[in-house]
């Protein structure tokens, strides 16, 4: 069993950085797959980011060469960098992990990009 905490949303101007966490709890977090969505409201939540065990990253085009994914294992944590936010990046992100047939949700942490 895995247990996942998000932090570090908040309210930024557009082209403003933040950096979100992912902190998980229980064992094996080293051979998970962690994720990164979000969820705008009134749309369905969309695939953010990918790192893989190995550490293999993955973007979606709308985030890519602004977004960087990674993760400290030995911190049990993962992270999203986001610069350069844009108003459409307003949504709660929401991060996972999933190994074979295991699969964990966070409870989400909202971000608002806004002048």
């Known amino acids: 069993q895995v247990q996942l905490v998000e932090s570090g949303g908040g309210l930024v101007q557009p082209g403003g950085s933040l950096r979100l966490s992912c902190a998980a709890s229980?064992?094996?977090?080293?051979?998970?797959?962690m994720y990164w969505y979000r969820q705008a409201p009134e749309k369905e939540r969309e695939w953010v980011a990918t790192?893989?065990?190995?550490?293999?990253?993955n973007y979606a085009n709308s985030v890519k060469g602004r977004f960087t994914i990674s993760r400290d294992n030995g911190k049990n944590t993962m992270y999203l960098q986001m610069n350069g936010l844009e108003p459409e990046d307003t949504a709660v992100y929401y991060c996972?992990?999933?190994?074979?047939?295991?699969?964990?949700w966070g409870q989400g942490t909202q971000v608002t990009v806004s002048s």
């Open positions: 996972r992990a999933r190994r074979a047939a295991d699969n964990y």
């Open positions: 229980g064992s094996g977090f080293t051979v998970y797959t």
């Open positions: 790192i893989t065990s190995d550490g293999l990253t």
